[in-house]
């Protein structure tokens, strides 16, 4: 288990551009597939993307390819997401969760440990 915390989000409008961060703690933590989600209300929370150990795969739901841009400093222990073209189906509060497996991960049920999440609201 990790600990992990969100920061990043507010308010913008349509088109603008928003970074999260994820700041992660614990035990072995730089070994953990890291990925980010989201759920919007009254909606299931879905994959927005993922990356492993080693930067050398990453992974993006396709209503953000091209827009959404996964990263990781493994030396800081941070996670980021940025965000640009946003638009107002962005609008969810966005999850940064840890996985312990090696290959792909874009499930939930891949990720053991989450953080509390961080709202983000696109205005048309």
């Known amino acids: 288990q990790v600990q992990l915390v969100e920061s990043g989000g507010g308010l913008v409008q349509a088109g603008d551009s928003l970074r999260l961060s994820c700041a992660a703690s614990?035990?072995?933590?730089?070994?953990?597939?890291m990925g980010w989600f989201r759920q919007a209300p009254g909606k299931e929370r879905e994959f927005v993307a993922s990356?492993?150990?080693?930067?050398?795969?990453?992974y993006y739901a396709y209503s953000v390819k091209g827009r959404f841009t996964i990263s990781r400093d493994n030396a800081k222990r941070t996670v980021n997401l940025q965000m640009n073209s946003l638009k107002p189906e962005d609008t969810a509060v966005y999850y940064c969760?840890?996985?312990?497996?090696?290959?792909?991960?874009?499930?939930?049920?891949?990720?053991?440990?989450w953080g509390q999440g961080t709202q983000v609201t696109v205005s048309s």
């Open positions: 614990g035990r072995a933590v730089n070994t953990y597939t």
């Open positions: 969760a840890a996985s312990g497996l090696f290959a792909r991960a874009t499930s939930e049920a891949d990720f053991g440990s």
């Open positions: 990356i492993n150990w080693s930067r050398s795969n990453t």
